[in-house]
């Protein structure tokens, strides 16, 4: 089972390794940070821009967009996002799902489902290609955050674990929005990010947050902790939105440029 999301004045926030670069050139994965902070009325999704391609020889590094943004919902997706050989196609999934008419906590189990049957198949093509990379791996899992807003136009949040071993129970967590505190959602890579939600909450450093500009700020500081702690798996640009009652807004495009 998956905890419940952090709050303030909590320090404990969902983390669970997250698949980093899995794919040869025709195959390609992420290793991921990525968080959500939001009250009931607004959230802020933020994501590192590192794209990484990895092989039994070759491997390399590129810049690309992880916010999935589409009929105002966005999605972040950390460990294995695609194996062509396979057919496996996270993003397409994404589309598929996310542009249809429904509730985030609903939509984000499709996604799931539709992981689940998909993911052995790929990861059984992944293994054959790179038995190594492949078992320093194999705890990990396919990990989904999805943010949209609800009936009541309040913020919801979803985050669904796929776990790359089958004998693993997959994960699943959701929370809305509350107007007196600010919620934490975090997938991917977050050992700096935990440290510092604990100095925080010993320093009631959340004091007066509650508000985009704060909670912008607190979310570039994250992610930027990551980068420094990972340099190899977390990296720039970093892509930021606002997500409120109107729709999604781009606040920092990031790798997510047209």
């Known amino acids: ?28 994965g992420n290793a991921t940070t990525a968080v959500a902070l939001y009250t009931k009325g607004f959230a802020v999704v933020a994501a590192d821009g590192r794209g990484t391609k990895l092989g039994p020889v070759i491997s390399g590094h590129q810049s690309e967009c992880k916010l999935y943004v589409a009929n105002g919902k966005v999605a972040v997706v950390a460990g294995l996002v695609e194996e062509p050989d396979s057919g496996f196609d996270v993003p397409r999934i994404l589309h598929t799902v996310m542009n249809q008419s429904m509730l985030v906590p609903r939509a984000a189990d499709l996604v799931e489902q539709q992981i689940q049957r998909a993911l ?27 943010v949209g807003t609800g009936s009541d136009n309040a913020i919801q949040v979803a985050r669904r674990s796929a776990p790359y071993d089958p004998a693993r129970p997959p994960g699943r967590d959701d929370a809305a929005g509350a107007a007196n505190r600010v919620g934490v959602a975090l997938i991917g890579d977050t ?57 999604i807004h781009w606040v920092e495009a990031g790798a997510c440029r047209e």
């Open 120 to 146: 052995p198949a790929a990861l059984r093509v992944f293994e054959n290609a790179n038995p190594g990379a492949f078992q320093e791996r194999a705890a990990g899992s396919s990990q989904l955050l999805m």
């Open 191 to 247: 050992a700096a990010i935990d440290r510092d939600l604990e100095r925080l909450h010993n320093s009631n450093g959340w004091e007066g947050m509650g508000n985009p500009a704060d909670l912008e700020k607190l979310a570039r500081r994250f992610i930027a902790l990551e980068m420094v702690d990972k340099p190899r798996q977390v990296g720039p640009p970093i892509s930021m939105v606002l997500v409120d009652a109107t729709g």
């Open 1 to 28: 089972m998956l905890t419940s999301s952090a709050q303030v004045g909590r320090a404990a926030v969902w983390v669970s390794a997250a698949l980093a670069a899995v794919a040869g050139w025709a195959r390609l």
